[in-house]
C-alpha cells in the first residue's frame, strides 16, 4: 500500500486480556519501529526491527510486552495481561534501509478497562 | 537520557501570524531532526526533516532550522492559517530511534 496501515484503529480491552496489534509498512521497508504515546505526550520508542530481526527492544516497559516481525514485513506488537497503564496510542513506523525520514501509521487506540 | 523538550506547549495567536515553535535537546551528538504535525487522533505527519550535515529546510510557508552547537532547532510558520491548527512535534533522530518532545498545540483564529 501507500502507507503504514494499522489495526485495529481501536481496540478496548478488560484488565487482564491480551490483545495484539498489526503493523503492515511500506512495502520493501526495511526498518520498522514501534512507539507508545500516551495522552498528551510525545511518542515514546519501544522497539525496533530490522529486516525480521529485532535489534532493540529497550523501549518495552515490560516482559508483558511482545513484538515479532517474522518475514521481515507484518509486525505484531503483543500486549499480555493487559493493565491500565497500557493505555495508550500505539504507533508503527516503517523507513527504506537510506534513512530519509520515517513514515507514521495513524496508530491504534487502546483503551484498557 | 537524551531529552527534547519543547516551548510553548501551546499556543494561540489569530489568522496571518507569523509564528516560532522552539525545540532543544540535552545533548548535541549528530543527528538527524524531525519536524512533526499530528491532527487530533491521527498519526504522525513529517514535515520537514533535517539531516545531520543540514542547517535548514524550507517548504512552502514552513521554514526549519537546526544549531547543533546549542542543541536547538526552531520551527517558523509564515502567515499562518485555521488549518494549521494541530500538534507540532520535534524529533531526534539517532541511534536508531526517534526522541520526541512533548509537542506544541497550535491553535489558529480565523
Known amino acids: 500500500g501507500a502507507g503504514v496501515s494499522q489495526s485495529p484503529r481501536y481496540k478496548v480491552a478488560k484488565r487482564g486480556q491480551d490483545v495484539a496489534l498489526r503493523c503492515d509498512p511500506i512495502s520493501g521497508h526495511v526498518s520498522l519501529f514501534w512507539y507508545q504515546q500516551a495522552l498528551g505526550q510525545g511518542p515514546e520508542f519501544l522497539t525496533y526491527f530490522q529486516n525480521e530481526a529485532q535489534l532493540d527492544k529497550s523501549g518495552l516497559p515490560s516482559d508483558r510486552f511482545f513484538a515479532e516481525r517474522p518475514e521481515g514485513s507484518v509486525s505484531t506488537l503483543k500486549i499480555q495481561r493487559t493493565q491500565q497503564e497500557d493505555s495508550a496510542v500505539y504507533l508503527c513506523?516503517?523507513?527504506?534501509?537510506?534513512?530519509?525520514?520515517?513514515?507514521f501509521g495513524s496508530g491504534t487506540r487502546l483503551t484498557v478497562v | 537520557k537524551q531529552e527534547v523538550t519543547q516551548i510553548p506547549a501551546a499556543l494561540s495567536v489569530p489568522e496571518g501570524e507569523n509564528l516560532v515553535l522552539n525545540c532543544s535537546f540535552t545533548d548535541s551528538a549528530i543527528y538527524n531532526l524531525q519536524w512533526f504535525r499530528q491532527d487530533p487522533g491521527k498519526g504522525l505527519t513529517s514535515l520537514l526533516l533535517i539531516q545531520s550535515s543540514q542547517r535548514e529546510q524550507t517548504s512552502g510557508r514552513l521554514n526549519a532550522s537546526l544549531d547543533k552547537s546549542s542543541g536547538r532547532s526552531t520551527l517558523y510558520i509564515a502567515a499562518s492559517q485555521p488549518g494549521d491548527s494541530a500538534t507540532y512535534l520535534c524529533?531526534?533522530?539517532?541511534?536508531?530511534?526517534?526522541?520526541f518532545g512533548s509537542g506544541t498545540k497550535l491553535n489558529v483564529k480565523p
Open positions: 513506523a516503517s523507513s527504506s534501509r537510506d534513512f530519509y525520514g520515517y513514515t
Open positions: 524529533a531526534k533522530y539517532n541511534f536508531n530511534k526517534f526522541y
